[in-house]
């Protein structure tokens, strides 16, 4: 039989299940590639020598040497390949937006479907763990300096793993009782279980680097104290977990959540369990505002917690929608309502059963003008109103900076907005102290947050090794 060519094979698409069954559940949605799917993508790479992927990824995994280890069936050399550069490619393969990056320059795209690099990352990711795969983790060459990262998310992660690696002696802080931060509290199980979090997380533990939770810096010991401690040099990955608000009238009636809030309840709390003893209201009618993944998350897990109706509104058109384009369409798979150019103009209490919460929005209509600063479309205010009722609101506007680090460390240069200010290295106004992600970029993906990581691991080892 005649083997196809590249541009003859089509791009392989992941089985998931079906809408009915899994707007009742919190079990993944999509299968992953079967092994032979897996095996006719890898013949779709075009295995180009100037290899715009690597460029458009923020880690610059070498993407074509990981494809064609697949190619040649070797799965384990595949995952070691992507390890390289990214500890976390089950986790990278489900939550990166692969269509705007390393997927968007694929020369492939200039006249068929991208390679899909995402979901091939993620099929390596998932074999490695279902085989139980033990990468290396030889350190070559220890260090006696002591470096502290703060905050165990993408960032914090990435970063105290290349220190690792490097040989460095690194503790890692966390102030929740358990390590991921975004990845575990922000992303429900429906897109990313928390077995492959912690199952990932540990190809760091088993480094060497010591991990230290429910250690809030700032809180516990500030930053003068770490560096009394004996610590060489810091990293604060600590995100921008601070939840952002409308204020607008009504907005302090009960039942009001910030996206924060809803989904660490549920994510990291367990609300979704029957025997869960997690406060929180599932709500008939549930209204998310926003349009972002987290938007689409929360709406999502409204509608597996039980509620009857969800709402996203959305004050753009659907074509500036900034979630991905597959969530989105899952979400409208699943039956969630979308209200698009609309704003909420003040929450109603719900005067027949509890005047304390909240018992529907006032919309406000929009339509669009002139672009603003981020290149989107400013919406701009109509006169023309309409109601709708509800019982939970979830706000998922956005994030801020989380501010005790920067209440709590004198010399510490922060931005208008309230994030750690850096320089092109990564370096804050404090000697030896750095920061990299959502603290200093506001919210990202997870991605750019593991890239900040890793250039900031580079920056520390240079800042050491300055005077040698």
Do not use: W
């Not at 897109?191 to 010591?210: A, C, F, Q, S, Y």
């Amino acid at each position: 039989m005649k083997e196809l060519k590249p541009t003859e094979i089509p791009r392989q698409t992941m089985p998931t299940q079906s809408a009915d069954k899994r707007r009742h559940n919190f079990h993944e949605v999509p299968y992953g590639l079967t092994v032979e799917q897996a095996l006719q993508e890898s013949h779709r790479c075009l295995q180009c020598k100037h290899a715009p992927c690597i460029e458009g990824c923020p880690v610059h995994i070498n993407i074509p040497a990981f494809i064609k280890k697949i190619k040649e069936k070797d799965f384990t050399g595949a995952y070691d390949t992507i390890l390289d550069d990214n500890a976390f490619p089950s986790i990278c393969g489900r939550v990166c937006p692969q269509e705007d990056q390393c997927e968007i320059v694929c020369v492939m795209a200039k006249k068929h479907e991208p390679v899909a690099i995402g979901n091939l990352e993620r099929f390596v990711g998932d074999y490695a763990r279902a085989h139980d795969y033990k990468p290396n983790t030889d350190i070559t060459h220890e260090r006696p300096e002591k470096i502290a990262v703060i905050g165990a998310g993408p960032a914090g992660l990435s970063c105290a793993g290349d220190l690792r690696r490097m040989g460095y002696q690194v503790t890692l802080f966390e102030g929740l009782h358990t390590p991921g931060g975004v990845l575990m509290y922000g992303i429900p199980e429906f897109r990313l279980p928390v077995d492959i979090i912690l199952k990932e997380i540990d190809t760091i533990r088993n480094l060497g680097v010591t991990l230290e939770t429910n250690h809030v810096i700032g809180r516990i010991a500030t930053i003068d104290d770490l560096f009394n401690q004996g610590y060489a040099a810091l990293f604060i990955g600590v995100g921008a977990g601070h939840p952002r608000f409308l204020n607008i009238p009504g907005e302090n009636l009960n039942y009001i959540y910030s996206a924060n809030e809803y989904l660490t309840r549920v994510n990291l709390m367990g609300a979704f369990k029957k025997d869960a003893h997690t406060p929180i209201v599932v709500g008939k009618k549930v209204i998310v505002i926003g349009g972002g993944n987290t938007a689409m998350d929360s709406a999502r897990t409204a509608l597996r917690l039980g509620a009857e109706k969800v709402y996203i509104v959305y004050r753009r058109s659907e074509a500036e929608l900034p979630a991905r384009a597959a969530e989105y369409r899952h979400a409208q798979e699943e039956g969630i309502n979308f209200h698009f150019l609309y704003h909420p103009a003040e929450f109603y209490r719900n005067e027949k059963t509890n005047p304390c919460a909240v018992g529907g929005v006032r919309l406000q209509k929009m339509k669009l003008g002139e672009p603003d600063s981020d290149g989107r479309r400013q919406p701009i205010p109509i006169d023309e109103y309409i109601n709708i009722e509800c019982d939970v609101v979830i706000i998922a506007i956005g994030t801020l900076a989380n501010p005790i680090i920067g209440r709590t460390t004198p010399g510490l240069t922060l931005t208008d907005k309230g994030y750690i200010a850096i320089d092109e290295h990564m370096a804050t106004s404090r000697a030896g102290v750095f920061a990299g992600g959502d603290i200093t970029s506001g919210s990202a993906t997870v991605i750019a947050a593991m890239g900040a990581g890793r250039k900031a691991a580079q920056s520390i080892h240079a800042y050491l090794n300055k005077n040698q």
